[in-house]
């Protein structure tokens, strides 16, 4: 047996014995509903979503059928962002994440117009490949091709290496693709227009005034 087949078995088998969630930098907000601080309650079951953060959800190896399954009753594009909560540009990015899943949720921007203050526009999570690894590889694959370390020259052992942060986007139950481009607040709401826009229906862009 390869060494990585059975990393994954490992993997698929901690997973299904030992129910996890995702983590976030500390300074994160945890609750919608309170708007600031973590929520009390536990979830009801792994299978839950919770936000830890207004407007993003935690995806986890146990609700990540259920979020899918979303796009299709909610009929909107669920954008998930896989990390490694010890890569720098997650910590960067995380900010714009916040951002992004308050204006999913339609919370406006002033540098957007007012036209994102209409209503849920899309999902947003976040899943920890840390610990969700399993899931992680297997809905983005470059996960594993395509390490980032904090210092240039070839690999050595002991040097700290991590996962990007790629972002996935599903819709109508099926995966989509890759995002490929900036990762920025109006960059991912002006993607979310178009997906849910009707043919021919106006999509504002961020060069608005």
Known sequence: MRLVDARFLASALFLALAPTSGSVPQDATCSAAKGEGCADEAPNSDADLVEISPGVLSITTHNF????????????????????????????????????????RGEGSEGFSSSDEQGQLALLGICDVTVHTFLGLREAPLLESSWQSTARGPFKFGRSRFHPLI???YVQGQIMGEYVGVVSSDALVEVAYRLVAPIGGYVPTSLEA
């Open 167 to 169: 972002i996935m986007i």
């Open 65 to 104: 059928r259920k979020s899918v399954e979303l796009t299709t009753e909610a009929k909107l594009p669920l954008f998930v962002a896989f990390y490694d909560p010890r890569s720098v540009s997650y910590k960067e990015l995380w900010p714009a994440l916040q951002e992004t899943g308050r204006r999913f």
